[in-house]
C-alpha cells in the first residue's frame, strides 16, 4: 500500500523547529487521525501523547522521541503544569513537537491550556483538531448524537471537575431540560450522582441510555440501558473508564444503524427503533 500523502493544492504545512502543534489524535481508531495529524508525526522530534491515545498511531513517528504524559483518575499521573511547562521547554531548545491529545484537544481536553501557556511563553502553535469521542465514538456504535426526530439540540458534559469531583457549577436542572440528548465525558465514576440528578430534574427513568467503552477500537463494548438503571448496569457489567455515556431517544437508532453487527453479518434488531411507521426517506 503506497503509504505517501496524497497529493492536494498548494503544499503540506511544515512542522518548524521551536514550533509545537497540539493536535488531536480522534476517538481511537488510528484511521480517524486527520492527514494533518499524520502530517505533524512525520516531521516531529518529539510526540507527547496522553493516555488515551491509541500507541499504535506512534509507528507513524518512528523517528521521534515519544514522551508519554497521559492524565487518569485516580492513578499517578503527571500535572498539567509541568507537561505545559514541558512543553514550553522542548520548544525552546528547538524541537519539533508534537503534543498529541485524544479525540479533539479543545473538547474537555485542557488544550486550551496548554495553547495558552504556549503563548503565554512566546511559542508558536498550530491547532490541529480531532474526531472528539463524544461525536465519532458515538458515532462508530451506530448512535447519532443528532437525529432529525429525536433531537434539535444536544449538550456535551464533563462528568468530573479539577478535583475529581462531580461538577458544583453544573446546573443539572438546567441541563436536563435543555437538550433531548446529552453526552456526558468521563461520567463513569459519578454516574449513580449523575443519574439521580437528572431525575430529580424530570428525565424519565426509562428514558434510553448507552455507555461506549473504548470506542472505535478493538476493545469497544456497548451497554444499552435506561436512566433509571444505567447506575446498576455498568456496575454489573464490570465496564470501566475511558466510557462515553449518551442520554436520550437517538440511543434507539442503534437498534438499526449498529453497522459493525451488520458487517458481521447479524440482521438489524428493528428497522424502526422510534416507531416512525413509514419509510426513513419519508418526510
Not at 429525536?150 to 436536563?176: C, K, R
Not at 431540560?177 to 453526552?183: D, R
Not at 455507555?211 to 464490570?238: N, W
Request: negative net charge; glycine residues 12%.
Amino acid at each position: 500500500m503506497d503509504e505517501s500523502l496524497p497529493p492536494i493544492a498548494g503544499t503540506w504545512p511544515v512542522l518548524e523547529p521551536g514550533w509545537v502543534w497540539l493536535c488531536g489524535a480522534g476517538p481511537g481508531d488510528p484511521g480517524l487521525l486527520t492527514l494533518h495529524a499524520l502530517n505533524g508525526l512525520r516531521q516531529a522530534d518529539v510526540v507527547i501523547y496522553d493516555a488515551l491515545v491509541q500507541e499504535s498511531i506512534l509507528d507513524w513517528a518512528p523517528q521521534a522521541e515519544h514522551i508519554y504524559a497521559g492524565k487518569r483518575g485516580g492513578k499517578p499521573s503527571a500535572k498539567q503544569r509541568d507537561i505545559s511547562l514541558r512543553l514550553v521547554d522542548l520548544a525552546r531548545e528547538g524541537k519539533r513537537v508534537l503534543r498529541l491529545k485524544g479525540g479533539d484537544p479543545f473538547v474537555f481536553g485542557r488544550g486550551g491550556e496548554e495553547a495558552q501557556t504556549l503563548i503565554q511563553h512566546g511559542v508558536n502553535v498550530r491547532i490541529i483538531p480531532g474526531i472528539s469521542a463524544g461525536i465519532g465514538g458515538l458515532a462508530y456504535a451506530g448512535i447519532p448524537v443528532t437525529h432529525r426526530d429525536v433531537n434539535q439540540s444536544v449538550t456535551f458534559v464533563t462528568g468530573h471537575d479539577q478535583s475529581g469531583a462531580t461538577p458544583q457549577s453544573l446546573d443539572w436542572d438546567a441541563i436536563a431540560k435543555g437538550s433531548q440528548v446529552l453526552v456526558i465525558y468521563m461520567g463513569m465514576k459519578h454516574v449513580e450522582q449523575i443519574s439521580a440528578s437528572l431525575l430529580a430534574a424530570g428525565r424519565p427513568a426509562d428514558e434510553p441510555c448507552a455507555v461506549v467503552y473504548s470506542a472505535t477500537t478493538p476493545d469497544e463494548k456497548v451497554l444499552e440501558t435506561t436512566l433509571g438503571r444505567m447506575a446498576a448496569d455498568i456496575a454489573a457489567s464490570g465496564l470501566e473508564p475511558p466510557a462515553i455515556l449518551c442520554v436520550g431517544r437517538s440511543v434507539l437508532m442503534r437498534q438499526v444503524l449498529d453497522w459493525q453487527a451488520l458487517a458481521r453479518g447479524e440482521v438489524p434488531r428493528n428497522l424502526d427503533p422510534l416507531g416512525r411507521g413509514r419509510p426513513a426517506e419519508a418526510s
